[in-house]
């Protein structure tokens, strides 16, 4: 079936340092959103994507999706304690469905 | 990793009738289950709780008698949307928590879009 591999699982950083996730699917998607769940939480939407190539940013968040429409990455610029928690993807098939990636989750080193 | 299924995939249906979406854990068992409702470009809005074997805890504003949620099993939740109007039109998410020692995650489905016309 419809897959989408996210990596890395776990990524452990030192304050300040940057943060990057990326997201692989199997099929070419409609779209793809991105979610922070931080610990004990819920997922929070943070953007959708809809265009090949397209690159969005929030503030340290860098968003991006392939020209294909099949792979996206986050990255976050100089990490803060904030940012802590799983980063999710999700991508929007051609029936509507959200295949959701496995997430990874962004620890920052004391 | 770990499949969480949802059925039906998409629905639609006459104002007034009811609707059941279940949602699966296919390889591990889940004591918990969340379901969302998800509106365009928005966040999963967290609906309920659900807990095998007990009573579903819902959020505040989510009417419980308007959204039943039955959790029969290690594997099984289902969420009946009773009387469905037009505004009750959404997509509807579930996911599974998955315990393994010290170590959680937790899985979701692929959503449900229901059209209530």
């Known amino acids: 079936g419809q897959q989408v591999m996210q990596i890395p699982q776990y990524q452990h950083v030192q304050e300040g340092e940057d943060f990057t996730t990326y997201c692989n699917s199997s099929?070419?998607?409609?779209?793809i959103q991105w979610y922070k769940q931080r610990p004990g939480g819920h997922p929070v939407f943070l953007i959708q994507?809809?265009?090949s190539g397209e690159v969005k940013k929030q503030k340290r968040l860098t968003f991006q999706f392939g020209e294909a429409k099949k792979n996206s990455s986050l990255h976050i610029t100089a990490t803060q304690t904030t940012d802590v928690g799983t980063y999710f993807c999700?991508?929007?098939?051609?029936?509507?469905?959200?295949?959701w990636g496995a997430g990874t989750k962004l620890i920052i080193k004391p | 990793g770990a499949v969480v299924s949802q059925h039906p995939s998409w629905v639609i249906c006459k104002s007034g009738t009811s609707v059941k979406i279940e949602c699966r854990s296919l390889?591990?068992?889940?004591?918990?289950m969340f379901w969302y409702r998800q509106f365009p470009k928005q966040s999963l809005m967290l609906m309920a709780t659900?807990?095998?074997?007990?009573?579903?805890?819902?959020e505040q504003g989510v009417e419980k008698d308007k959204f039943l949620i039955n959790h029969a099993s290690l594997t099984l939740s289902t969420l009946t949307v009773t009387s469905a109007h037009p505004e009750d039109s959404s997509f509807y998410i579930c996911?599974?928590?998955?315990?393994?020692?010290?170590?959680?995650?937790?899985?979701f489905g692929p959503g449900t879009r229901l059209t209530v016309l």
């Open positions: 659900s807990n095998e074997g007990s009573k579903a805890t819902y």
């Open positions: 099929t070419t998607l409609s779209n």
């Open positions: 390889d591990f068992q889940a004591t918990t």
């Open positions: 999700a991508g929007r098939d051609s029936n509507y469905q959200l295949i």
């Open positions: 994507l809809v265009k």
């Open positions: 996911s599974a928590f998955k315990r393994e020692g010290r170590h959680n995650e937790q899985f």
